[in-house]
């Protein structure tokens, strides 16, 4: 029998005098609002992170979300899994509910959840949200593709990558949270590995980044952003990688570091893409095996577009001329060299579509 917790039990556990000393205060001002709303006093929110979804097809879609009391500090959960209820409902006030159920967040994946939810309407738009205990997330607004083969004569997405935390605001996803858009692309780059930096717009908080727990935190940094929160809430995403997601450079089990044994770089690759997987909206096909993920994958919007979504990282060879720019060697002239590597190289060919009506997006 699996071994969970429902999270208004765990809270209780967690409650210690300055929570209770807190709580008190709290009470002789907003004690009457609390008990009008359901909510305890004494509860953070477990939702901190935000909710997303992504990966839509026709009658479907992923919803995430992860559970989290401090979310800087690997987490702050208990050892058991979490039992989750999640809804999803025609209208933004949750109150047209088509389906709804109960799962876990694995404490394994980091108390993240993953739900595949399927027997939707083609081409509409859907509102879910997530609740444990007395809390609940936030209303995420998602939608399914339209019909395989139906006529479509619009698509509106963004696509975005590189998102340095300590480079700048995320206002672009303000931006994309007031467009009418359909879909969301990110490119790879969704997070960065390096150190904290003083003079930084914004900081990276420890060092460079390497251990599973590490790689949780940072997204988690990353996901605190307000804007960056809206847009995973407004919209389905559909998200690949690239090398900072793992370590700059780094080029299947290849380290910039010169010398690098690859098996501490495949053990570093675990963690990064186990945390990869614990916070992007991606399906159970997706789940990773030590330091292997099958990322790359493909679906099509009606009679309009059809899109590979390729990853060029994990099966690459390394760049040549020793990673220096504009410097010319051998290696780049070499016929063996590969992004895709062969299997994916085959899939992407002999899936694109050769017939002049859909529009095939890499």
Do not use: K
């Amino acid at each position: 029998m699996t071994n969970h917790v429902r999270f208004d039990s765990l809270f209780q556990r967690r409650l210690d005098r300055r929570d209770l000393l807190t709580g008190g205060l709290a009470l002789l001002g907003l004690g009457a609002a609390h008990r009008a709303s359901g909510r305890s006093l004494f509860q953070p929110s477990v939702f901190p992170l935000g909710v997303a979804s992504g990966d839509p097809s026709p009658d479907g879609v992923v919803l995430w979300t992860r559970l989290a009391l401090e979310p800087l500090q690997g987490g702050g959960m208990p050892p058991e899994d979490v039992e989750v209820v999640w809804e999803v409902a025609r209208d933004e006030r949750m109150a047209d509910v088509v389906q709804r159920g109960t799962t876990l967040a694995s404490a394994a994946l980091g108390h993240s959840v993953h739900v595949e939810v399927d027997g939707l309407e083609p081409g509409r738009w859907y509102w879910y949200r997530f609740r444990t205990g007395v809390d609940e997330s936030t209303v995420g607004r998602t939608r399914t593709l339209p019909a395989p083969g139906a006529p479509a004569d619009r698509l509106r997405f963004a696509f975005a990558s590189c998102q340095h935390y300590e480079q700048g605001y995320y206002t672009a996803y303000r931006h994309m949270v007031e467009d009418d858009l359909d879909l969301v692309f990110h490119l790879g780059d969704y997070i960065y590995e390096y150190e904290g930096r003083e003079g930084r717009v914004r900081m990276h908080t420890g060092d460079e980044i390497e251990l599973l727990d590490d790689y949780r935190n940072r997204y988690a940094l990353y996901r605190s952003d307000p804007d960056l929160q809206a847009a995973h809430a407004a919209f389905p995403w559909v998200v690949t990688w690239d090398d900072h997601e793992v370590d700059n450079n780094s080029a299947n089990d290849i380290s910039e570091e010169e010398g690098l044994p690859a098996e501490l770089l495949l053990r570093r690759r675990a963690a990064a893409y186990q945390a990869y997987y614990e916070h992007m909206p991606l399906r159970r096909a997706s789940l990773p095996t030590g330091p292997d993920l099958q990322l790359y994958r493909a679906f099509n919007w009606g009679d309009l577009a059809s899109f590979h979504v390729l990853d060029t990282r994990q099966y690459r060879t390394d760049q040549p001329c020793g990673d220096r720019r504009g410097v010319a060697c051998d290696g780049i002239y070499d016929p063996a060299a590969t992004l895709l590597g062969e299997t994916q190289e085959r899939w992407l060919m002999e899936g694109r579509d050769p017939s002049p009506g859909p529009r095939n997006l890499n």
